[in-house]
């Protein structure tokens, strides 16, 4: 014993087991993680009392959230960037003469969670000294202002805790906006959080600010393409559980891409996609071979987009790797979800299609830990090193030590994408091979078409 006190971080993965996707839910556990217990008052009874109001706080703000305004959706209509930024390994930039040196990109989802491990995942993306990171969206509990500095911006709120610090790219950093940055009405991810992120203009210099919930990096091989699912994700109390509402935005919580995005797509960005091979990035799942999933954006892109994207997205908290499929009416993208940022990861989960029938081709049922007979998975974040037109992926976990589990490599060719190879680099037999050609997951065919299903 050395006799040094262990660092207490805000929230354990205990915290967050069995989350459910509800913002009652989420306000509800944030206030019992959060809160003094009225059962735990000391007596007498007017103690009990004040600790029971106290408690009961929490359905105010709760319904506050759910009543009140959505942050106003902001876009660059006064910002000269447009939002769309050079992908380079050197600022100040000079024209595309930086886009054949490697520069270094890494994701995480769903990890803004204050716990241990989500700092573990930090610390391991500052090693790796990428030029731009990315968080695919979720802050914890509900995305408010004190969650945010302390699970994001690593300010903690008065307390003796290890606030947890998004690690910042030497030329920027970019937040998708979640469904839990909504919970709160996306003030405290518009308001604060966005403010902090964005590019910086030269090595060294602040972040500039991210003006807008969505963005795009671009050189003369590959265009990552970043949009807000968050923001239409969460409907109206009670309307969005009537099934024909559902797919209306606001008031069923579907995911769609608000209007000013779609402008931007069509008058800033569809210039920037010819010639380019195209990343997506997303918070909500496009599809999912085990959970229902949000398809109406890939639907939205269909305008701009005729050929095969690699999409990265988060929201579900595992990882799983899918060959070429299009939810119906769609643009076709090779699925990659990577949700397994913070949260407890969910494991044992029995995939909706048979290994043969299946987008599903690789997904980590490893387990972690066993919290309370639950078995909980690894959580990981992705790698991506671009060279020219030459982009590998590498998908980690942190368990003790930095561990790689999967890598792949693709080619830009003009605007194809091109699978050229992916291995598996573990050979821990609950890192699962679904279907059983590894290939089909880089490959052009054959491809899937899934109709939207619930489960
Ligand atoms: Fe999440
Ligand atoms: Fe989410």
Excluded at 166 to 178: C, I, T
Excluded at 339 to 362: C, D, E, F, N, W
Aim: aromatic residues 12%.
């Amino acid at each position: 014993m050395n006799g040094a006190t262990p660092i207490e971080y805000k929230h354990k993965l205990e915290d967050l087991l069995n989350l459910r996707r509800s913002a009652w839910h989420s306000y509800l556990r944030a206030a019992r993680t959060e809160r003094f217990s009225w059962r735990r008052a000391p007596k007498p009874f007017h103690h009990q009392l004040k600790a029971f109001i106290n408690n009961m706080t929490w359905v105010i703000i709760y319904l506050q959230h759910r009543f009140g305004r959505r942050h106003r959706f902001q876009d660059y209509s006064h910002d000269p960037t447009r939002g769309i930024y050079p992908l380079v390994s050197q600022l100040p930039v000079n024209g595309d003469l930086h886009a054949e040196d490697e520069i270094r990109v890494s994701l995480a989802g769903d990890w803004g969670t204050g716990t241990s491990e989500s700092n573990r995942i930090a610390n391991h993306i500052r090693e790796f000294n990428p030029h731009y990171t990315i968080h695919l969206g979720d802050i914890y509990f509900v995305g408010g202002s004190d969650e945010v500095e302390e699970n994001c911006l690593g300010n903690p709120q008065g307390k003796s805790i290890h606030a947890v610090t998004w690690p910042k790219g030497s030329h920027g950093s970019f937040a998708l906006n979640g469904n839990h940055e909504m919970y709160a009405n996306g003030h405290a991810y518009f308001d604060h959080l966005l403010p902090r992120f964005g590019m910086r203009l030269g090595p060294g210099m602040e972040a500039m600010g991210q003006k807008a919930s969505f963005f795009a990096l671009k050189n003369k091989y590959w265009a990552i393409v970043s949009l807000d699912t968050g923001y239409n994700s969460v409907g109206l109390p009670i309307f969005e559980r009537i099934p024909y509402l559902k797919k209306v935005p606001y008031v069923g919580g579907n995911g769609s891409l608000p209007p000013a995005i779609i402008r931007w797509l069509r008058e800033d960005v569809r210039p920037h996609l010819e010639g380019r091979a195209v990343i997506i990035l997303t918070h909500h799942q496009y599809y999912s071979a085990f959970e229902d999933y949000f398809p109406e954006a890939g639907r939205q892109l269909r305008e701009f987009i005729s050929r095969p994207v690699l999409w990265f997205w988060g929201h579900e908290h595992r990882l799983a790797i899918y060959g070429l499929c299009q939810a119906k009416g769609g643009i076709a993208a090779y699925g990659r979800c990577v949700g397994h940022g913070g949260m407890p990861v969910t494991i044992r989960a029995k995939p909706r299609y048979k290994p043969k029938q299946s987008p599903l081709v690789v997904y980590d049922d490893r387990e972690y830990r066993n919290i309370s007979g639950t078995p909980v998975g690894h959580n990981g974040y992705v790698n991506l090193i671009f060279t020219g037109p030459w982009l590998r992926i590498e998908h980690r976990d942190v368990q003790e030590r930095d561990n790689l589990l999967l890598t792949e490599t693709w080619e830009a060719r003009g605007e194809e994408l091109v699978g050229r190879d992916i291995q598996i680099q573990t050979s821990e037999k609950d890192f699962r091979q679904y279907h059983p050609d590894l290939h089909f997951a880089i490959k052009p065919t054959p491809q899937f078409e899934l109709e939207r299903v619930s489960v």
